[in-house]
Protein backbone atom coordinates (compact mmCIF):
# COMPACT_ATOMS: atom_id res chain seq x y z
CA UNK A 1 0.00 0.00 0.00
CA UNK A 2 1.79 3.40 -1.23
CA UNK A 3 -0.55 5.35 1.16
CA UNK A 4 0.80 3.50 4.08
CA UNK A 5 3.73 4.44 5.82
CA UNK A 6 5.88 4.09 9.37
CA UNK A 7 4.92 6.98 11.44
CA UNK A 8 8.47 7.62 12.80
CA UNK A 9 9.83 7.93 9.41
CA UNK A 10 7.55 10.65 8.79
CA UNK A 11 6.85 12.29 12.07
CA UNK A 12 10.30 12.59 13.44
CA UNK A 13 10.52 12.71 17.29
CA UNK A 14 7.21 10.52 17.95
CA UNK A 15 8.07 7.66 20.37
CA UNK A 16 6.81 4.65 19.85
CA UNK A 17 5.84 1.34 21.65
CA UNK A 18 3.99 -0.86 18.79
CA UNK A 19 1.92 -3.19 22.41
CA UNK A 20 0.84 -5.85 20.06
CA UNK A 21 4.36 -6.74 18.93
CA UNK A 22 5.46 -7.49 22.44
CA UNK A 23 4.62 -9.50 25.41
CA UNK A 24 3.36 -6.06 27.15
CA UNK A 25 -0.37 -6.63 25.76
CA UNK A 26 -3.96 -8.00 27.11
CA UNK A 27 -3.36 -11.13 25.14
CA UNK A 28 -0.21 -11.38 27.15
CA UNK A 29 1.57 -12.19 23.92
CA UNK A 30 2.97 -10.75 20.28
CA UNK A 31 -0.44 -10.69 18.37
CA UNK A 32 -1.13 -12.14 14.37
CA UNK A 33 0.22 -9.85 12.29
CA UNK A 34 2.88 -7.31 14.05
CA UNK A 35 5.95 -9.00 12.75
CA UNK A 36 7.95 -5.67 13.90
CA UNK A 37 7.68 -2.75 16.75
CA UNK A 38 6.77 -0.07 14.26
CA UNK A 39 3.62 2.28 13.55
CA UNK A 40 2.03 2.43 10.57
CA UNK A 41 -0.43 4.82 9.16
CA UNK A 42 -1.93 6.33 6.65
CA UNK A 43 -0.30 9.72 4.87
CA UNK A 44 -3.08 11.92 6.38
CA UNK A 45 -2.33 10.29 9.79
CA UNK A 46 0.90 11.30 9.62
CA UNK A 47 -0.01 14.91 8.47
CA UNK A 48 -2.12 15.28 11.56
CA UNK A 49 0.56 13.86 13.90
CA UNK A 50 2.46 16.18 12.34
CA UNK A 51 0.58 18.74 13.83
CA UNK A 52 0.01 16.87 17.18
CA UNK A 53 3.71 16.95 17.39
CA UNK A 54 4.64 20.31 17.12
CA UNK A 55 1.50 21.72 19.19
CA UNK A 56 2.56 18.91 22.10
CA UNK A 57 6.05 20.53 21.92
CA UNK A 58 5.16 24.19 22.68
CA UNK A 59 3.59 22.72 26.01
CA UNK A 60 6.74 20.64 26.44
CA UNK A 61 4.87 17.26 25.77
CA UNK A 62 6.21 14.35 23.20
CA UNK A 63 3.65 12.28 21.90
CA UNK A 64 4.02 8.24 22.58
CA UNK A 65 2.63 6.10 20.19
CA UNK A 66 1.17 2.18 21.51
CA UNK A 67 -1.21 1.40 17.69
CA UNK A 68 -1.86 2.78 14.46
CA UNK A 69 -2.62 0.51 11.44
CA UNK A 70 -3.68 -3.10 13.18
CA UNK A 71 -4.49 -5.87 10.16
CA UNK A 72 -7.65 -7.35 10.16
CA UNK A 73 -6.11 -10.89 11.21
CA UNK A 74 -5.17 -8.98 14.63
CA UNK A 75 -8.44 -7.95 15.25
CA UNK A 76 -9.41 -12.18 14.61
CA UNK A 77 -6.42 -13.21 17.10
CA UNK A 78 -8.49 -11.06 19.65
CA UNK A 79 -11.98 -12.43 18.98
CA UNK A 80 -10.41 -16.27 19.19
CA UNK A 81 -8.50 -15.38 22.28
CA UNK A 82 -11.72 -13.94 24.08
CA UNK A 83 -12.99 -17.53 23.46
CA UNK A 84 -10.47 -19.33 25.35
CA UNK A 85 -10.25 -20.11 29.20
CA UNK A 86 -9.84 -17.65 31.67
CA UNK A 87 -6.05 -17.95 33.08
CA UNK A 88 -6.04 -14.73 34.68
CA UNK A 89 -2.58 -13.60 33.67
CA UNK A 90 -3.07 -9.82 32.04
CA UNK A 91 -7.05 -9.90 33.70
CA UNK A 92 -6.31 -7.73 36.55
CA UNK A 93 -4.10 -5.36 34.63
CA UNK A 94 -6.33 -5.40 31.42
CA UNK A 95 -10.40 -6.41 32.48
CA UNK A 96 -10.44 -6.75 36.00
CA UNK A 97 -14.07 -6.24 36.16
CA UNK A 98 -15.56 -8.06 33.45
CA UNK A 99 -14.91 -11.53 31.53
CA UNK A 100 -13.10 -11.52 28.05
CA UNK A 101 -15.78 -11.81 26.16
CA UNK A 102 -17.35 -8.95 27.33
CA UNK A 103 -14.72 -7.08 25.97
CA UNK A 104 -16.56 -6.38 22.52
CA UNK A 105 -19.99 -6.42 23.86
CA UNK A 106 -19.09 -3.05 25.89
CA UNK A 107 -16.97 -1.34 22.75
CA UNK A 108 -13.20 -1.78 24.06
CA UNK A 109 -12.22 -4.29 21.28
CA UNK A 110 -14.16 -4.36 18.07
CA UNK A 111 -15.02 -6.85 15.52
CA UNK A 112 -13.81 -4.52 12.71
CA UNK A 113 -11.57 -1.88 14.16
CA UNK A 114 -11.29 1.46 12.85
CA UNK A 115 -7.14 0.45 13.37
CA UNK A 116 -7.70 -1.44 10.44
CA UNK A 117 -8.50 1.09 8.17
CA UNK A 118 -4.98 2.99 9.13
CA UNK A 119 -6.52 6.20 10.51
CA UNK A 120 -6.52 5.48 14.12
CA UNK A 121 -3.98 5.80 16.42
CA UNK A 122 -3.75 4.81 20.24
CA UNK A 123 -1.38 7.86 22.07
CA UNK A 124 -0.40 9.17 25.40
CA UNK A 125 1.58 12.28 26.12
CA UNK A 126 4.83 12.59 28.42
CA UNK A 127 6.99 15.48 29.68
CA UNK A 128 10.44 16.28 27.14
CA UNK A 129 11.77 17.27 30.42
CA UNK A 130 12.13 14.03 32.21
CA UNK A 131 10.66 11.61 29.60
CA UNK A 132 8.20 10.37 32.16
CA UNK A 133 4.28 9.80 30.68
CA UNK A 134 1.83 11.92 31.98
CA UNK A 135 -0.57 10.25 34.58
CA UNK A 136 -3.67 9.17 32.83
CA UNK A 137 -5.13 7.42 35.53
CA UNK A 138 -5.31 4.07 34.12
CA UNK A 139 -2.95 2.78 31.47
CA UNK A 140 -3.19 1.62 27.46
CA UNK A 141 -6.03 -0.99 27.03
CA UNK A 142 -7.53 -0.86 30.68
CA UNK A 143 -10.87 -1.85 29.62
CA UNK A 144 -12.83 -0.55 32.79
CA UNK A 145 -15.33 2.81 33.19
CA UNK A 146 -12.33 4.13 35.00
CA UNK A 147 -10.89 4.54 30.76
CA UNK A 148 -13.96 6.81 29.80
CA UNK A 149 -13.64 10.05 29.13
CA UNK A 150 -15.13 12.07 32.09
CA UNK A 151 -14.48 9.07 34.62
CA UNK A 152 -15.12 9.60 38.55
CA UNK A 153 -12.20 7.65 40.15
CA UNK A 154 -9.29 9.50 39.06
CA UNK A 155 -7.44 12.36 40.09
CA UNK A 156 -7.47 15.98 38.54
CA UNK A 157 -4.53 15.71 37.45
CA UNK A 158 -4.92 12.53 35.28
CA UNK A 159 -8.46 14.60 34.30
CA UNK A 160 -6.52 17.58 33.38
CA UNK A 161 -3.36 15.72 31.10
CA UNK A 162 -6.56 13.47 29.43
CA UNK A 163 -8.08 16.76 28.50
CA UNK A 164 -4.65 17.98 27.05
CA UNK A 165 -4.78 15.01 25.08
CA UNK A 166 -8.31 15.60 24.02
CA UNK A 167 -7.89 19.11 23.19
CA UNK A 168 -4.26 18.71 20.92
CA UNK A 169 -6.04 16.00 19.09
CA UNK A 170 -9.27 17.70 18.38
CA UNK A 171 -7.38 20.43 17.68
CA UNK A 172 -5.78 18.82 14.96
CA UNK A 173 -8.32 17.28 13.07
CA UNK A 174 -8.93 13.82 15.21
CA UNK A 175 -12.16 12.49 17.35
CA UNK A 176 -12.07 11.01 20.49
CA UNK A 177 -13.46 7.76 21.46
CA UNK A 178 -15.54 7.47 24.55
CA UNK A 179 -14.92 4.29 25.89
CA UNK A 180 -10.96 4.77 25.77
CA UNK A 181 -9.05 8.17 26.45
CA UNK A 182 -6.11 6.78 24.30
CA UNK A 183 -7.88 6.23 21.18
CA UNK A 184 -8.81 8.77 18.52
CA UNK A 185 -9.69 8.66 15.16
CA UNK A 186 -9.03 10.93 11.82
CA UNK A 187 -12.08 12.80 10.82
CA UNK A 188 -11.97 12.22 6.99
CA UNK A 189 -9.98 9.55 7.28
CA UNK A 190 -9.24 8.32 3.24
CA UNK A 191 -10.25 4.88 3.56
CA UNK A 192 -13.47 5.11 6.05
CA UNK A 193 -14.81 1.78 4.17
CA UNK A 194 -11.32 -0.61 4.24
CA UNK A 195 -10.45 -3.12 6.77
CA UNK A 196 -7.12 -3.50 5.44
CA UNK A 197 -4.80 -6.95 6.46
CA UNK A 198 -1.70 -6.90 4.99
CA UNK A 199 1.50 -7.34 7.95
CA UNK A 200 3.44 -4.96 9.79
CA UNK A 201 7.10 -5.90 8.73
Known amino acids: MDDFVYVDERVPGIR ?11 TGK ?23 RDKARSLGLGVLLW ?13 RWSEQPEDGRTK ?3 YPNIDRAAMFDQGYVAAKS ?5 STVDLTLYSLATGELAPMGGGHDLMDVLSHHGAQGITRAEAENRQTLRTLMESCGFASYECEWWHYTLRGEPYPDTYFDFPLT
Open 67 to 79: DGYRPQRAVDCFL
Open 30 to 52: PVDGYLANRIVGTTALCAALEKV
Open 16 to 26: WDAKYATWDNF
Open 114 to 118: GHSRG
Open 92 to 94: SRH
